[in-house]
């Protein structure tokens, strides 16, 4: 968590044997205080833009030339001139979305019938509009959870009704049916545990479930995805396929699972799951995917799948 906003004291008043009353100071650090409670709120309702780039040349520390990478966009949330702006999500990212959705729909040993994806974190879109090229052949649904208000209402307003209209032109190429498949889109506003917590109670099931969500707390770094895996099996169809983003700042070695999350994984998986590689081109001013040695070209691939009940 970056730059959090201190929480303000709260008053308590309690009643004494005179009639008179006396107040008390609660310090933030005591039950009444939960700063995940706190950085939920803040996200959810946080200001969010796409910030546009020019197409560029990667060079080293030395000035040697890497790589050349395209223009693109990068979301981020927050406000600088309020002390925090979080990079989320740059299209550089695509190559590492699209790997991971064909990964996905890859393993599934059941295709011959509409498939229902779940997603938690929406983002720019770059990871649904993937699902949404697979499901235009096999017809299915597609339920994703977004926790910032705009970044919701993007979804459900303008993406959501573009791919509604474009299934069809999507689908053709593809060799599906020329009318395309129907497709059944629900964007859900809220946060990703309370939400899944929701459907598995409901009784919904998906044969995908794909979680891209963002650390609320320093502690979440590097599992925010997998903390709540026990919710997320009850909503796995048992031949489904689970799939996250595993690099984190900080992970060295990009095609291993760093231990906090391998044993959440075999917790859950058992050795039911596959690391393959996937290679983007940052641009040099995205500070996710740069280290003090480099630019981080390789990006891990996970898919799990036969759930431990």
């Not at 939920?40 to 560029?56: F, L, R, S």
């Not at 709540?228 to 799939?243: H, I, M």
Request: hydrophobic share 30%.
């Amino acid at each position: 968590m970056r730059n959090r906003v201190e929480q303000p004291e709260i008053n308590s008043h309690e009643q004494q044997p005179n009639g008179e009353g006396k107040t008390y100071l609660v310090s933030p650090h005591e039950s009444l205080f939960d700063p995940r409670k706190e950085r939920i709120e803040w996200w959810k309702n946080a200001p969010e833009k796409v910030k546009k780039y020019k197409a560029g040349v990667a060079r080293d520390n030395d000035g040697n030339f890497l790589y050349n990478y395209p223009r693109g966009s990068r979301l981020i949330i927050g406000d600088k001139e309020k002390g925090e702006d979080v990079e989320v999500m740059d299209t550089c990212e695509t190559p590492w979305a699209d790997a991971t959705v064909d990964r996905a729909f890859q393993e599934l040993t059941r295709k011959n019938r509409p498939i229902n994806v779940l997603e938690r974190g929406f983002g720019m879109g770059i990871t649904a509009t993937r699902v949404i090229d697979h499901l235009a052949i096999h017809g299915g649904t597609y339920t994703v959870i977004e926790l910032n208000k705009k970044d919701a209402a993007y979804a459900r307003e303008e993406w959501k009704n573009n791919q509604e209209l474009g299934i069809e032109r999507r689908a053709r190429p593809r060799g599906a049916a020329s009318n395309g498949h129907r497709i059944n889109i629900e964007v859900v506003e809220g946060e990703a545990y309370e939400e899944t917590a929701k459907l598995a109670e409901a009784g919904r099931k998906f044969d995908i479930i794909i979680s891209d969500t963002y650390p609320l707390t320093k502690d979440e770094q590097g599992v925010n995805d997998l903390k709540d895996l026990e919710t997320l099996k009850r909503c796995l169809e048992t031949d489904g396929v689970f799939t996250f983003f595993a690099y984190f700042p900080g992970t060295t070695a990009p095609l291993e699972l760093v231990r906090k999350q391998g044993d959440l994984i075999y917790d859950h998986f058992g050795e039911n799951y596959r690391v393959s590689p996937a290679r983007v081109n940052p641009p040099s001013d995205y500070k996710y995917l740069q280290t003090d040695t480099g630019p981080v070209r390789i990006l891990p691939v996970v898919t799990c799948w036969n759930p431990r009940l």
